[in-house]
C-alpha cells in the first residue's frame, strides 16, 4: 500500500510559523486531511484539502493561522502554520481518501491511509 509521510515538524517559540508536507505519490486525485493529537486527548481534525473542487475546511481554532495548500505536481500537501501556540502542540498526522465528488471528509474514521506523523512543539 501506498504510504504517506509527513515532515516538517519541529520546536518553535510561540508566534513563530513552521511548514508541514505530506507526501503521498499518487493521492493528487485524494482528498487530504490534517489531525494532530495533544498528550492525554484524543485526536483532532486541522484541516482537510479537497483540491480537484477547490475546497476546504478548518477547526475553529486555526482559523486565519493555518493554511492548507497542495501541489499536485509534487504530490505533496502542506499544512503552513502561522502564530502558532502552545496549544498547537502534537503529534500532527496527514490521511488521505478518494474523493470523486465536491464532498469533503471531516471525521477521521473516513480517512483509510494514515502517515505516522510529525510532532510539533510551540513553547512559550
Not at 519541529?10 to 486525485?29: I, T
Not at 509534487?74 to 498526522?93: A, C, H, I, R, S
Not at 496527514?94 to 510539533?120: K, N
Request: proline content about 3%; charged content about 20%.
Amino acid at each position: 500500500q501506498r504510504q504517506l509521510e509527513e515532515s516538517g515538524g519541529g520546536s518553535v517559540q510561540a508566534g513563530g510559523s513552521l511548514r508541514l508536507s505530506c507526501a503521498g505519490p499518487g493521492y493528487s486525485s485524494h482528498c487530504i486531511g490534517w489531525f494532530r493529537q495533544a498528550p492525554g486527548k484524543e485526536r483532532e481534525r486541522v484541516a482537510v484539502i479537497n483540491s480537484r473542487y477547490a475546497i476546504w475546511t478548518y477547526a475553529d481554532s486555526v482559523k486565519g493561522r493555518f493554511t492548507i495548500s497542495q501541489d499536485n505536481t509534487k504530490e505533496t500537501t502542506y499544512l503552513q502554520m502561522n502564530n502558532l501556540k502552545p496549544e498547537d502542540t502534537g503529534m500532527y498526522f496527514c490521511a488521505a481518501l478518494f474523493c470523486r465528488t465536491s464532498y469533503i471528509p471531516r471525521r477521521e474514521d473516513e480517512f483509510d491511509t494514515w502517515g505516522q506523523g510529525t510532532q510539533v512543539t510551540v513553547f512559550s
